[in-house]
Structure formats: C-alpha cells, structure tokens
C-alpha cells in the first residue's frame, strides 16, 4: 500500500501529526474516518497523486498521531482543534490553498475547518455523512441502533474505554463487518493496519474523546454557527452509500443546504465506507468535481 508515497510526521498545533505524501501539483488533503486510519484511501490514493499532491494524514488520537490527554469539556479532541491540526498540516506543506476529501470523522473536521478556515479550502468532498447537529437532534430509534457506537462511546470513562481495550478485533469487526458490505471491501493487509492502530496505548481513550466531543463542545459551535447565520461558502459534493444509514435516516443535500450555499451531491451504489467499496466510482466523482474550472 502507497508504494510511492513516503511517511511523515509533522508537529503542528501542539500535536505529532502521522502523514503519508505522493503526487505533484495543488495540495490535496485526504482525512479518514473511524474506526480507521489514513490506510482507508489505498484503493484511491495513486491515482489522485497523479494530479494532485496527495497529503493522507491520521487524525489525532488515531493512526500513528498524537493522543494528547482530553479535559473535562473535551476541547482537545473538539474537531475545531482538529481541523486546525490539519490546517496547520498543509502550510507546513507549502498549500495555504487546498482540496479536501473527507470520510466520516474526518468529514466532520472537515466541516469545522470550512466553517473556521473557509479560506484555506478551495473544494470539499465529504463522504456519508450529515451535518453533526441535525444528525443527533433528528435522531430515531433506526439511527441509534444503527449508530449504536455513537451512544457507547459518549458514556462516561472508563466504561466504554476498558470494553474496547478487552477485544479490539471484535470491535473493528462489530463496526465495520456489521455493514451493508460486511468484511468484504477490507483487504487483509488494511485491516491489520487498523487493528494495529486501535491497539495503540492510548487509541482508545482518545476515539470515545472524539465522540464525546461530537456531543458536547462540537455542537456547541455547530449551533452557534446556526444561531449567528455563518454559512459555510466552499464548494461541497456530497457523497454517500445508496445501501448505508446516512441516506435512510437523513436527506444529506437538504441538511447541508441548511449550513452551506454551494452544495451537489449524489447518493453512490455501496455502503458506507466508499473508498474501499467503491473506489472506482469515487474517483470518476472526486476528480470530476475537483477539476473542473474554478
């Protein structure tokens, strides 16, 4: 896997960000989802090298970064801190100005960082998800069950932490075999890589952190977004699983229509990790949107 990519790690924002690089031209940013790392994007990530500079990095508290202590208000897992880090990431890089393709966690940064860094982002494509806050204020009981990690993960520590550490291969495949697609679009060689990461000191505790963030200082600031009119005014595509739980539970356009004023989207033919179950259709969309004229 990324074989002519080469791994790196930077200090930013007070954290060791874990990062692999390939291509050559604009900077394009690519940030993964839970319960993974940045090894999602090895179906897709040499191809889109071969137009962009590709920067795959692992979110903090996952992969190979950083998994600094939390505080009581969960601000140092808050996805404002995150999207910093990865900010920070890319002009440390040299791209003050650059593309992101985002899945899941890391589309929820990437939310954050349009939302604070609008600037920065010429592009955004976020895969299978809704906004943060419409997805817990319309939650239903088909949402939670489905999303069941979602209200595991939040209770207080060390419950969910002391599970996750006793089996982390039952949790990986309790996540992500569970699906629509279930273990099938995992090669081996990722899903050791994952396993590898959750049993990292400390993973744990910083994922149920990044969860308990969502549902607390993460709002907070998504609603203060709404409550102020701040629209986000970056290009957004959309994307996400016809077979996942995003599309049944949520109308995606219409909810990012609430936040964003330059929305396209589509649902796609899988489930809802789409770069490894349908990475071919994902880059005939991405690299369509990506570049095409300004």
């Given at each position: 896997m990324f074989a002519e990519f080469k791994k790196r790690?930077?200090?930013?924002?007070g954290v060791s960000i874990n990062y692999r690089i390939g291509g050559t031209g604009p900077g394009l940013l690519l940030l993964h989802g839970h319960p993974?790392?940045?090894v999602i994007w090895h179906k897709v990530a040499?191809?889109?090298a071969r137009h962009f500079t590709v920067v795959a990095a692992d979110l903090?508290?996952?992969g190979d970064s950083s998994k600094p202590s939390s505080d009581e208000l969960h601000q140092?897992?808050?996805k404002r801190a995150m999207a910093q880090d990865n900010v920070e990431l890319m002009q440390s890089l040299g791209f003050d100005n650059f593309d992101v393709l985002a899945h899941d966690r890391g589309a929820r940064v990437a939310h954050r960082m349009v939302a604070?860094?609008?600037s920065a982002v010429r592009r955004l494509i976020m895969l299978d998800i809704a906004p943060t806050l419409a997805m817990y204020s319309q939650t239903t009981e088909a949402f939670a069950r489905a999303y069941w990690h979602w209200f595991f993960l939040i209770r207080p520590a060390p419950l969910p932490e002391r599970l996750l550490e006793a089996d982390p291969e039952f949790y990986l495949r309790s996540v992500m075999g569970t699906r629509s697609a279930g273990m099938q679009p995992f090669t081996?060689?990722?899903f050791a890589e994952y396993l590898r990461c959750l049993k990292l000191p400390g993973t744990a505790r910083a994922i149920c952190e990044d969860y308990r963030a969502s549902a607390a200082i993460d709002l907070q600031h998504d609603q203060h977004d709404r409550d102020s009119g701040q629209r986000v005014n970056t290009p957004l595509l959309v994307l996400w699983g016809a077979e996942g739980v995003v599309g049944r539970c949520f109308d995606p356009l219409h909810e990012w229509r609430q936040v964003a004023t330059n929305v396209q989207g589509k649902a796609l033919p899988c489930g809802h990790y789409i770069p490894e179950e349908?990475?071919?259709l994902l880059l005939a969309e991405a690299l369509a949107f990506l570049t095409q004229p300004a």
């Open positions: 790690e930077s200090q930013v924002n993974q790392t940045h040499a191809q889109l903090r508290g996952y140092t897992y808050s604070d860094h609008g081996d060689e990722a349908a990475p071919e």
